[in-house]
């Protein structure tokens, strides 16, 4: 019998899970989470982009590209329901007879996942530029064939640019930076990871000793509202919506160094008075929910960039924040101090 024959035989090729599926337990988070287009449409199972417009897929910003931040670059994570070793990714981009993938889906993106400490690239079969895991796509699916071993619970695609981006130039800013205008989104439709349909050996021998997955795999519902919270106070700033900065405080709360709900309308107003072209980006965002479940720390570092009215120039700012918030109710998460 000739070798190759043999070795088929022994053993047999085993059939892959997808188990980035809400329906197995799946999670999606994105610091872009549009109710139009949120990230749970990347898990639903739905694979046509036919239903864009009723809000099918997510859709991501490009924002980073106006001042070329990339620790600023958005992205759509999945939470496997446990660790898994994935040997394929397929993701599919909008394309449709109204959205073709050539004209409106993804052109470049990478794909990471989780290994513990951190986020890193996945080398997958074929890539060419090991800066990129896609270049210049116009197909609306592509599959992706993992070269050598992943275990994680979590991957996430991070877009680069899409088949409909532009950017204008739109200033200098003080230092000689330029910024542009950014016209154009991510938009993906699903993403399938194709998973060993049993833990590996090795995993599950860590999860027995204990050594296994120390905190939360994936963000609980609160974390998650939480999440949202933030990101609609990104929002508020980048959009001067003062109704929408003011929706994520308490009515009572008071900072540690005595500000008042008051306090954040009025600084909010006169800050919009003074810049335009805002920018408010949170990163490294960690959550810490208390035992009781009706409070919260969130704690986070930040950007913020604008461009000064009366002298035109670019100003940016890079510092940390804490957050403290109260469950109103045992409903609503407000921010109820801050430092």
């Not at 080398?123 to 990129?132: L, P, T």
């Amino acid at each position: 019998m000739p070798s190759q024959t043999k070795e088929l035989l022994l053993s047999p090729e085993i059939e892959y899970v997808n188990y980035a599926l809400s329906s197995k337990g799946a999670t999606a988070e994105s610091p872009d989470n549009s109710p139009d287009h949120p990230p749970l449409e990347v898990i639903d199972g739905d694979t046509s982009s036919l239903d864009w417009d009723n809000g099918g897929g997510w859709e991501g910003s490009l924002s980073y590209l106006r001042s070329n931040e990339p620790l600023k670059r958005s992205y759509i994570q999945i939470n496997l329901p446990e660790k898994r070793q994935i040997k394929r990714i397929v993701v599919y981009t909008i394309d449709s007879p109204k959205y073709p993938a050539s004209e409106y889906g993804l052109r470049s993106y990478n794909l990471e996942y989780w290994h513990g400490t951190g986020w890193r690239m996945i080398n997958v079969v074929g890539q060419r530029d090991k800066r990129f895991t896609v270049k210049d796509n116009v197909s609306g699916k592509i599959v992706h064939e993992i070269d050598g071993e992943i275990v994680t619970d979590k991957i996430r695609l991070v877009p680069l640019l899409s088949n409909d981006t532009k950017k204008e130039y739109d200033l200098t800013a003080f230092g000689g930076q330029s910024i542009y205008n950014i016209t154009g989104s991510a938009k993906v439709i699903e993403i399938e990871v194709w998973c060993y349909p049993s833990i590996p050996k090795s995993v599950a021998s860590e999860e027995r000793n204990g050594l296994f997955l120390i905190g939360k795999s994936q963000p609980s519902p609160d974390e998650q509202a939480i999440r949202n919270i933030l990101s609609e106070y990104e929002k508020g700033y980048d959009n001067e919506d003062i109704n929408l900065v003011l929706s994520a405080f308490a009515d009572d709360f008071t900072s540690l160094d005595g500000k008042k709900k008051e306090d954040i309308e009025k600084n909010a107003i006169k800050f919009f008075e003074d810049y335009n072209n805002i920018n408010l980006t949170f990163r490294d965002v960690r959550i810490d929910v208390s035992e009781t479940g009706d409070s919260a720390t969130a704690q986070a570092s930040y950007t913020l960039e604008c461009v000064g009215k009366a002298d035109n120039n670019f100003r940016k700012r890079n510092d940390n924040l804490i957050f403290y918030f109260r469950k109103d109710e045992g409903t609503n998460w407000k921010i109820k101090s801050a430092k």
